[in-house]
């Protein structure tokens, strides 16, 4: 699946508490950016390398869906939408800090090697089934982020439009949909996993390269 991935979509400041706690506002419309495909690794269990000597590395705990099929106006999400995973938009605070006060593009903080680790993909029950259910985020066994869709700034219909309109979207692209409350840092050695409806579908242990620790 990730080896087919086409384009990674993905979503800034689309839960309110999120972005509260970075000091954004909320946006007027979907701030999205993206990240090539080689940012994605499988949280199939093993270890992920990430970048140890540029300071902090966050993680972002995110629903993500898969798109099947070319998109076209008026097409519902239940429709574009085949299959579901969970994943982490790890992102490099310190040097997406120093991007944002330049204004230069996000790529060094947001594109990185392995900087979107991804469970495997699930059939998409719907977007009513989906605000069912919690998604959440363990960090060495202890809960660190959950989130559940409904409360989204911009709805998955809002994204895949607006993502469409822009952008375009079709199949094999992937969406990350944006992150709750309660990011922080990694440190080496630490456990993630993650969770649907306290299911864990996902886990990985992080190694920084060339951090101190
Ligand atoms: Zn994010």
Redesign the pocket.
């Known amino acids: 699946m990730l080896k087919q991935t086409r384009n990674v979509y993905?979503?800034?400041r689309n839960y309110r508490a999120h972005a509260a706690e970075m000091g954004n506002a909320v946006p007027e419309q979907p701030m999205l950016f993206g990240k090539p495909t080689h940012a994605l690794v499988e949280m199939d269990g093993r270890h992920i390398v990430l970048p140890g000597a540029q300071g902090s590395v966050h993680y972002?705990a995110?629903l993500v869906v898969h798109i099947a099929r070319p998109y076209e106006s008026g097409i519902r999400v239940d429709e574009m939408v085949d299959q579901y995973a969970l994943g982490l938009?790890l992102?490099l605070r310190d040097v997406q800090d120093t991007l944002k006060k330049k204004g230069y593009p996000w790529l060094a903080a947001k594109g990185f090697l392995h900087s979107a680790p991804l469970t495997a993909f699930r059939p998409f029950p719907g977007v009513a089934a989906l605000q069912q259910a919690d998604f959440t985020l363990r960090k060495n066994g202890i809960e660190a982020q959950r989130g559940n869709v409904k409360n989204m700034i911009f709805d998955l219909q809002t994204l895949v439009d607006f993502t469409a309109r822009h952008y375009g979207l079709g199949p094999g692209d992937v969406l990350?949909t944006?992150?709750p409350e309660g990011v922080g840092a990694l440190a080496d050695g630490d456990r993630l996993e993650l969770l649907w409806d306290e299911q864990s579908w996902g886990a990985c242990s992080i190694r920084l390269e060339g951090s101190a620790s």
């Open positions: 993905c979503v800034g972002e995110e938009d992102t990350f944006g992150t």
